[in-house]
């Protein structure tokens, strides 16, 4: 079922219950109604949400999110939108955007090995430059824009790294015991977020249709079957809260999953730059896109070869266009709506499966559709 409305009853009414929540909770004056999510969106596509809200506290997102399950308020968590494709339209949902209170990088450790509880909301670039200080080299992140909570949650990297071969444990909040009629109601494709506001699991009901459990806030030692390409895999993951990183300095010089330890800080920066450079020559990372579209079907299968062997390069639908740089990245070369920039996907897609009998899966999140 589709989330988007038109200007419905649904849609103001689901405006009208987020007014009257936020102004209870004191929080209206970080809240935009009608919020163009074209905005917050490095392709400049997608139409209107009932609201945008920014929010600072944990406390306050804990409330907020219980009220939010009690009214039936669609929800959707976002980083930095680099990698989510809005539907065109008036969608009845909560835009929520973790903001400065979960922007704070800590240290907890620092001889033997580097310990880092990171935010989730924490700019990625500034996350690996702040790692160079350490003599920690995490250019395989270069260029890449977002949150550090976003590239968790799609594992981001690059040249066979993702960003969760470094994380050692998460902190997130977890829903239990829930339908998977309500869980694909509140979360889209996603994870869509809530929090309690004590330690406790509590039964709570929704209306008349279902009744829900709230779970805690949750921390887990991260092993390699709970994420892979592109993905993190943890199934009652709904927010993710806090990231830690622990980083061995005993292996130095050693490299490890190509990723080395123990550079000094000038290395890594000329790492960085290097890598910013390649991407630059490489990749459309200037124009209006989402990054790479599809994920890569295996380790010697690359999407943006088999599109571009496909005769894709070049090809439009509408203002939607294949790069002529990569042919992994879709631009939006004009006034594309995120209904082009799919229709294009599918084309893609459709012709994949047709002339190679491979399944592209989607790298991006829909969102609203
Ligand atoms: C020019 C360009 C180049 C790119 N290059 C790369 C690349 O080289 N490698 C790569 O892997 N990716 C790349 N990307 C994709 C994108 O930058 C990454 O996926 C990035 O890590 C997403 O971070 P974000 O903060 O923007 O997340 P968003 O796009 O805001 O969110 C992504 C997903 O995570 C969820 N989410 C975000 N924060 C939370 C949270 N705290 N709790 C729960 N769910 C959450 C959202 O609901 C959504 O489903 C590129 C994108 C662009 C535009």
Same mark, same amino acid.
């Given at each position: 079922m589709t989330n988007i409305s038109k200007f419905s009853d649904v849609y103001i009414k689901t405006k009208e219950k987020i007014k009257q929540i936020l102004s209870e909770l004191k929080i209206m004056d970080t809240a935009i109604f009608d919020y163009n999510l074209s905005l917050l969106s490095p392709i400049k596509t997608g139409g209107k949400c009932a609201c945008f809200l920014k929010i600072n506290s944990k406390q306050k997102l804990i409330k907020l999110i219980n009220i939010l399950l009690k009214e039936n308020v669609k929800f959707y968590i976002v980083g930095n939108c680099s990698n989510i494709l809005f539907n065109d339209g008036f969608l009845n949902f909560l835009i929520i955007k973790l903001d400065k209170g979960f922007d704070k990088i800590e240290v907890?450790?620092?001889?033997?090995a580097l310990k880092i509880k990171c935010g989730p909301a924490v700019n990625l670039q500034k996350f690996i430059i702040y790692l160079a200080d350490f003599n920690v080299d995490f250019s395989f992140a270069a260029g890449i824009p977002g949150t550090v909570g976003g590239a968790v949650i799609g594992n981001s990297g690059s040249n066979k790294i993702g960003i969760n071969d470094f994380v050692k444990k998460i902190e997130y909040i977890s829903l239990k015991n829930i339908s998977n009629h309500v869980l694909n109601n509140l979360t889209s494709n996603s994870f869509n977020a809530f929090f309690k506001d004590n330690n406790k699991s509590i039964d709570s009901s929704c209306n008349n249709n279902f009744n829900f459990k709230i779970a805690n806030i949750k921390t887990k030692t991260l092993n390699n079957k709970d994420y892979k390409y592109r993905a993190l895999v943890i199934n009652d993951l709904l927010v993710l809260t806090g990231v830690y990183f622990e980083l061995d300095f005993s292996i130095k010089q050693v490299e490890y999953k190509n990723f080395i330890l123990g550079n000094n800080k000038i290395e890594i920066l000329n790492n960085i730059r290097k890598k910013i450079k390649e991407k630059k020559a490489s990749q459309p990372v200037r124009r209006k896109s989402l990054g790479c579209f599809f994920k890569n079907p295996s380790d010697s299968i690359f999407a943006g070869k088999l599109i571009e062997d496909a005769g894709f390069?070049?090809? *439009?639908f509408g203002d939607a266009k294949v790069s002529? *740089?990569?042919?992994?990245y879709l631009l939006n070369v004009g006034n594309a709506s995120s209904q082009d920039i799919l229709t294009l996907s599918k084309i893609i897609k459709y012709y994949i499966k047709e002339k190679y009998n491979i399944n592209l899966e989607y790298e991006i999140k829909l969102m609203g559709f």
């Open positions: 907890l450790k620092g001889k033997q390069k070049g090809f *439009k002529l *740089k990569h042919a992994n």
